[in-house]
Structures are given as C-alpha cells and as structure tokens.
C-alpha cells in the first residue's frame, strides 16, 4: 500500500471530531490506512504512555517516503487524541472492509500484537483492547491464542539467541 494519496489529508485542524469524519472524502485505501494507525495509536496509548518504540514500529510497517514521516506522526497525533474508543474504530474499519477480507483483518490483529511488544512490555490493557478488537472483527479466539503464543515465543527467542551472540 502506497499514502501518496496522503500529500493533502492532514490540512484540517484538530477539533476534537471524529477521524472518520475528516477523512470521509479520501480513497477507501487512504481510509484504511489512517483506520489502521488510529487503531495502532489506541493500542499504544492502552497501556498509559506512547513510547518511541511503539511509534517507530508503527513508522516501520506503514510503507512510506522519507518526507512523509511527519505527516504520519501528525495523523498518529490525531488519532491518539480522537476522543473513539478503539471498538468503535474496529466496527468502522470492519464495515469498510466487510467480511471478503477477513485475512487483512487477521493481518490487523497480528500488527496489533507486534505494536503491543514492540516496547518489550505487553501490558493487560493491550491484551483487552486487541480481543477487543478482534471480537469486532470477527476472528476466532483460538487464532488470537495461537498467535499470542507465536510472538511470545519469537520474542524470547529472539532475546536468548541475542544474550547468546553478546
């Protein structure tokens, strides 16, 4: 996905409104993206603090131009403020999507997980926000589980191999 398309969104000034709303006019791939990164900044915020590793993990998986990063952090900026709560965000990126791609949906949910350990802390209230979410989209919590178990497992691999090389 490309946010050429992004070059003219952010020209509104923060008024408290709904995300949805300033961006109702853009592409639904536009839409998408900023659904994205306003569930992405929910997420970070969920735990009482946005650390600069959850936005850098953000900034590495939205694909982007060197000069768009700015414009990235004013939409994280905005969306962290958007007074939503992250269902609310999940239902409408649910009913932009609809049900013929549930694998993007799933894909949410593991960037999600990725974000919530991205600070090396997995807090409960990411925990609950992510269910959250995936009980809006629909995704099995088996999947969540099995998931959850994955990345936990990759994360200490990832460590102990590190610990190993020092």
């Not at 768009?68 to 939503?84: C, M, S, T, Y």
């Not at 350990?117 to 925990?127: G, N």
């Not at 809006?136 to 990832?158: L, M, Q, R, W």
Request: glycine share 4%; with cysteine; proline share 2%.
């Amino acid at each position: 996905m490309s946010i050429h398309s992004f070059q003219n969104v952010v020209s509104l000034e923060k008024s408290g409104t709904c995300m949805w709303e300033k961006y109702r006019k853009e592409s639904k791939q536009t839409i998408c993206i900023i659904g994205v990164l306003t569930l992405a900044a929910k997420l970070c915020k969920a735990d009482g603090h946005f650390s600069i590793e959850e936005e850098e993990e953000i900034l590495s998986i939205i694909p982007h131009d060197k000069d768009q990063k700015r414009l990235l952090l004013r939409i994280l900026d905005e969306a962290a403020a958007d007074p939503n709560p992250i269902v609310f965000h999940a239902a409408r990126i649910k009913r932009l999507i609809g049900n013929e791609h549930q694998d993007f949906l799933e894909f949410i949910i593991a960037v999600l997980y990725r974000l919530a350990h991205s600070d090396h802390v997995y807090h409960d209230e990411e925990d609950k926000a992510i269910r959250e979410v995936a009980r809006v989209f629909g995704v099995e919590k088996s999947y969540i589980d099995i998931f959850k178990e994955t990345t936990v497992k990759f994360f200490k691999y990832k460590y102990f191999r590190k610990g190993q090389n020092a």
